[in-house]
């Protein structure tokens, strides 16, 4: 079919958009966001395909094929003696109910010999929500093996809340709708401050996805949020542009 030709031409790449301290501006970790480059119409974004691969199935190999790409690029960095930071890897909501789920991570993971914390799991709230304790089983076993783990799109959904109260995130991702338009909306700043503080006093890590402007930046930093991920502070890049932000934040070997 074309999905597999698709993979097996090296079609499907891993872009990596880093994830930045709101103070230094330093990178922190980063996220493997998946592209398409597709001969006729170039470089296609997720949203017009995981849908799809969703209904049939497909996006069970391609998640793992990014896993794997990370794995290996993890690998390679370390080998040219760059530090490297934790890489974000998005799962469908499909894995919770495979039970080749982890162990296929760890194989992958295993392979490559990248230790178990340079990997984080993000997985979007409605998942969670469809299966709290089928979710509550995959995250506590994902923490087992050393693995860390994010809630995607908090605030996106009706669950967040109950979600947060059953569930042991290591870091929770704000949804990007959760900033639009907060510049005119004085009630918008007052849901972000009070999210904020609620997860920070549940000891989790925030992060604000989707900060495109310094006013943005400014207000998010004030609310104690944690890292910031979006265009202000750089795009998604593929991996030999990633690398060499890398570079310049890796010391001189002395
Ligand atoms: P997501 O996980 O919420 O990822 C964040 C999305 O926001 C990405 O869209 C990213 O490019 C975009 N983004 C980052 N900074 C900004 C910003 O400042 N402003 C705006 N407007 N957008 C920003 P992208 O790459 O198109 O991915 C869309 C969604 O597709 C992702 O949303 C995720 O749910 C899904 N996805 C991406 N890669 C994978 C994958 O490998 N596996 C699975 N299962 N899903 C994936
Ligand atoms: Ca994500
Ligand atoms: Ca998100």
Redesign the pocket.
């Known amino acids: 079919t074309t999905m597999e030709a698709a993979l097996d031409h090296g079609d499907f790449t891993a872009y990596l958009q880093p994830k930045c301290d709101f103070a230094t501006g330093q990178m922190r970790g980063a996220e493997a966001l998946v592209r398409w480059n597709r001969l006729a119409e170039g470089i296609v974004r997720p949203d017009d395909f995981i849908p799809i691969f969703e209904k049939n199935g497909f996006i069970l190999r391609l998640d793992m094929f990014i896993l794997e790409s990370v794995a290996r690029l993890l690998a390679a960095w370390k080998v040219k003696g760059l530090e490297t930071v934790p890489v974000a890897v998005n799962f469908s909501r499909l894995h919770l109910n495979d039970a080749r789920y982890i162990p296929q991570m760890l194989r992958l993971v295993d392979k490559y010999n990248v230790p178990h914390e340079m990997i984080e799991v993000e997985l979007?709230e409605s998942v969670i929500f469809n299966n709290l304790t089928r979710a509550q089983d995959v995250i506590t076993r994902l923490h087992r093996n050393g693995f860390s783990v994010a809630m995607?799109?908090f605030g996106?959904g009706y669950s967040s809340l109950n979600v947060l109260k059953s569930l042991q995130f290591d870091s929770i991702?704000l949804?990007?709708e959760f900033l639009a338009g907060f510049e005119d909306n004085p009630h918008a700043h007052k849901v972000i401050e009070g999210a904020v503080s609620m997860i920070k006093s549940l000891g989790i890590q925030v992060v604000a996805?989707g900060v495109e402007t310094r006013e943005q930046a400014d207000f998010l930093r004030q609310t104690g949020c944690d890292l910031a991920q979006g265009y202000f502070f750089s795009r998604p890049l593929p991996a030999d542009r990633f690398e060499t932000l890398l570079k310049k934040s890796t010391p001189p070997a002395a």
């Open positions: 979007t995607d799109d996106s991702k949804d990007k996805e």
